[in-house]
């Protein structure tokens, strides 16, 4: 079958004609799709450079739900922490309840009176009063010397060789030793107020003319007097009781193991009651921390947390690593009460083992804070780095469409200049067949 021949015109018309067409086909492609780069052979820089940057972007926002999961993590921690310190409060209001209540076992002893009945008959003072008045000592002193009503007598100690006393005090593994200057007008009001300096017995003079020493906690009190030529010589004194006998009380209540300045062992029921409370409420702490995990991790339990911020491996990789603490009240330092003095327990009927317990309370809830300030950095690192990825992640889909993707407005635009172009170019080839025709008249 021969060639049809087409007139240069007509030829020419219809090229044009073919490639609107086409340049029409690729824009509705365009439209369609909504990507001006659709594959390498559009454009291979835009289309591979857009491709690594959507492949980073879904790498990035795959690594939030670590990120959340973490950040939620941190939260139960937290939250934990939270509850463990009202806990550690509300022991520290039953301690507090339990010192209210005054102890019933302080080791407590009465020495032998400083006056008698015939030396208040003739001072006209009472017991108490005349026992307070009455001196050490005094120059020269062999013996004690009754009070009269000229003079407040005194207790026997010779000031003229012993110008210091001394008192040593032991409760349980405190120790109190000073000395102080002792002279003619020394007296057993002066005595008590030395002893009340010590902090761990109180000392007073009762109704009978009787030196009461008291101790403030439950454990046996060593108490001992002593005077001597000068400080050190006065406590080596003291430390043996050689002068314990001159203010009523027996040498043998200076030396450890021996002294007669025991506990009562009465107990009281306010305090043994206030017992199965402050362990309940130390019990609780120990439970709630085992509860404070999110999605199989405890921080405090002592687990290890790592978030995950960037897509890359090795030395490259950025990453949070959070190190759990192991929380329990045995680490927060607070003992189990009981109702005995044992090392390594709370004594409820001891008012130093209650004193000991609020400074451990203290420091636990010292530690809770130091703790949680700590999950709160982490805490605040980690939500930042979870924005940042959520509008890194943004940014880098973005620049990928800016690549590949296509202008609706633009290719509408261009699309509807193509098609008044293919009108045209319609038009003249229809005219360039016009003229063509015009040959056949002249054979008409």
Do not use: C
Not at 56 to 71: A, C, V
Not at 147 to 175: E, P
Not at 213 to 224: A, Y
Not at 237 to 244: D, E, K, L, V
């Amino acid at each position: 079958m021969a060639n049809t021949i087409l007139s240069n015109g007509v030829r020419n018309n219809l090229l044009t004609l073919q490639q609107t067409t086409a340049q029409q086909g690729v824009i509705q492609n365009r439209l369609a799709t909504g990507r001006k780069v659709n594959s390498a052979i559009d454009n291979p820089v835009n289309y591979f450079t857009s491709v690594s940057l959507n492949d980073r972007s879904s790498q990035l926002t795959n690594l939030l739900d670590g990120i959340s999961n973490g950040i939620q993590t941190i939260q139960a921690a937290s939250k934990g922490i939270d509850g463990i310190t009202k806990l550690v409060q509300s022991l520290q209001s039953t301690v507090k309840q339990a010192q209210a209540d005054a102890a019933q076992n302080r080791p407590t002893k009465a020495g032998t009176a400083f006056a008698t009945a015939a030396e208040t008959a003739v001072t006209s003072k009472s017991l108490k009063d005349v026992a307070l008045d009455k001196l050490i000592g005094a120059p020269g002193a062999a013996a004690p010397v009754a009070a009269t009503a000229s003079s407040s007598g005194h207790l026997g100690v010779d000031t003229t060789a012993n110008t210091t006393a001394a008192f040593s005090i032991v409760v349980g593994s405190d120790t109190y030793e000073a000395s102080f200057a002792l002279t003619s007008n020394t007296t057993v009001r002066d005595i008590v107020n030395e002893i009340n300096k010590s902090g761990l017995v109180t000392a007073f003079v009762d109704e009978k003319g009787q030196l009461n020493v008291k101790g403030k906690g439950s454990e046996t009190v060593d108490f001992g007097f002593g005077v001597g030529n000068a400080g050190p010589a006065a406590i080596t004194a003291a430390q043996g009781g050689t002068s314990n006998t001159v203010i009523g009380f027996a040498a043998a209540d200076a030396a450890v193991g021996t002294s007669t300045i025991t506990s009562s062992n009465i107990t009281s029921a306010v305090r043994s009651n206030l017992i199965d409370q402050f362990n309940d409420l130390r019990n609780k702490i120990d439970d709630l921390a085992k509860d404070s995990s999110y999605n199989g991790i405890n921080l405090l339990s002592g687990d290890r947390l790592s978030i995950v911020f960037n897509e890359k491996t090795g030395r490259n990789q950025t990453k949070l690593d959070i190190q759990g603490s192991n929380i329990t009240a045995d680490n927060l330092g607070i003992p189990r009460a009981i109702n005995t003095q044992l090392a390594g327990f709370i004594n409820f009927q001891n008012d130093a083992d209650l004193e000991k317990a609020t400074t451990a309370l203290t420091g636990s809830l010292t530690s809770l804070k130091s703790l949680a300030s700590t999950l709160g950095s982490n805490l605040s690192v980690a939500q930042t780095r979870q924005d940042f990825t959520k509008e890194l992640a943004n940014v880098l889909t973005t620049g990928a469409g800016n690549l590949v993707l296509a202008d609706p407005n633009e290719e509408g635009a261009s699309l509807l200049a193509l098609n008044t172009r293919q009108q045209l170019s319609q038009t003249a080839l229809s005219l360039a067949n016009q003229a063509d025709q015009g040959v056949l008249r002249l054979f008409g």
